[in-house]
Every structure is written in C-alpha cells, then in structure tokens.
C-alpha cells in the first residue's frame, strides 16, 4: 500500500505570492491533518479534514486554509506569504477519527519565502 | 489542556549504551500519547503509543515506554542503541480532536561509534 504523498517536496516563493501544497493520503484513509514544522515552534497543528469537512483547526490566521476533497486528497492554501511561513509542511492521514488511531505522515513540503 | 515537555533537546550516547529520551505531559483527560521519529528530511514515523491498555508499551526498533500517571510521565527507552537510532524523537498527546496531536519540542539523539 502506497504512502502518503504530498507535492512539491520543494517550493520557493516570494513574500505576498499565495502558494497551495498538496497531500494524498493512503487509500481508505478519509481523515488529513496538516502540521508545520519550524525550528523555532517546532510542530504546530493546522488542521483536520474528514470526509471533506475540517473537524478541527489549529491557532493559525485565517490566511493558512484547507480543503479535502471527495477523494481525500487534500490543499492547503497560503496566501500573502510572509516571510516566517518558511517551515516544513507535513499532512498526515489516519483511517478514522478515534482517539488513539495511527496517523501517518508523508515526507513533508518544504516552503521557503525569500 | 493537553501539552507535553521532552527534556533535553539533545541527547548522546555511545553505541550499545541505554537510551533514555524523557516525556512528561499535560492533560486533563486521561491522555493517549505517541512517540515518533524523524530521519533527516523525511516525514515522522510511529515509533509505538499509548493507548490506556498496558502502561509498558513496546514499539518498533527495540524501543518501549512506560507510562507512569502518577509522575504524568512517557520516557522512551531502548537497552542498547544502534548508529541507525540516530534521529530527532517526539513525544505527543491528543489534543482536543483525535487526530489533533501536541507535540513537544523534540530531541535529537546521537550515537557516537
């Protein structure tokens, strides 16, 4: 069974472009978390999809948004970049929605804001 | 409130010696806790979890935890480490959706031949 995927594995954009990153989780699975990862906050929950509807969302401003669709592949979308959005950008997919359910991660997007 | 503390960011330890990476969390509802790993430029790897089944959790890789409520604690051993545990390791609880994970800040362990 594939992995989770998430494209590009690299991305370079300048302060104010709006950028969108991708995830494909492993197949059956319908619920996609977003993390970003800085050396200075470490790992910061974003958000959670499930069955196309976020569940939950991290304290991140109303620029960093998601989507999933029917499929479960998942966007999430920057827009007005600035400059500490540079981070590591990992989705994470789990087969449902308990407590204690193993989320998966793919290998990450790394953004870099020049 | 749910947040774990790893004390020490980094951590070395001779090959074949005991690693001990310490976890202590927050939480105000009985806590489900992980630990992963992370492999330079790569994505983060289940190393084992608790769930609130038996409190000494055994994982992947020859390590285990134990979790101890009463020192709200999740430290992470293995008897006798390799080159390959080389790695940053993080401790995380649940947080207020199941899949809303708080993580803490992470150690880097290296193995020194």
């Known amino acids: 069974k594939a992995g989770v995927t998430q494209t590009p594995r690299y991305l370079i954009k300048t302060r104010g472009q709006q950028v969108t990153l991708s995830c494909s989780p492993i197949?059956?699975?319908?619920?996609v978390s977003w993390y970003q990862q800085t050396p200075g906050q470490g790992l910061q929950f974003l958000f959670e999809?499930?069955?196309?509807?976020?569940?939950n969302k991290g304290n991140f401003p109303g620029r960093f948004s998601g989507r999933q669709f029917s499929n479960s592949r998942s966007e999430m979308n920057v827009s007005t970049l600035e400059l500490g959005d540079s981070a590591l950008y990992l989705c994470a997919s789990s087969a449902g929605t308990n407590k204690g359910n193993e989320q998966f991660f793919g290998p990450g997007t790394r953004l870099t804001v020049l | 409130a749910q947040s774990v503390t790893q004390l020490g960011s980094h951590v070395s330890v001779s090959e074949g010696a005991l690693v001990l990476l310490r976890c202590n969390y927050s939480?105000?509802?009985?806590?489900?806790l992980f630990w992963y790993v992370q492999y330079p430029n790569q994505g983060l790897q289940l190393l084992l979890k608790?769930?609130?089944?038996?409190?000494l959790v055994k994982g992947i890789n020859g390590f285990e935890a134990e979790f101890k409520k009463s020192e709200t604690s999740f430290h992470l051993t293995k008897p006798s480490a390799h080159m390959s545990d080389a790695a940053e390791y993080f401790c995380a609880v649940t947080g207020g959706g199941a899949n809303n994970l708080f993580f803490g800040t992470g150690t880097r362990l290296t193995v020194i031949p």
């Open positions: 608790y769930t609130s089944a038996a409190t």
């Open positions: 197949s059956g699975h319908r619920s």
């Open positions: 999809y499930f069955s196309e509807t976020q569940r």
């Open positions: 939480s105000s509802v009985p806590p489900y």
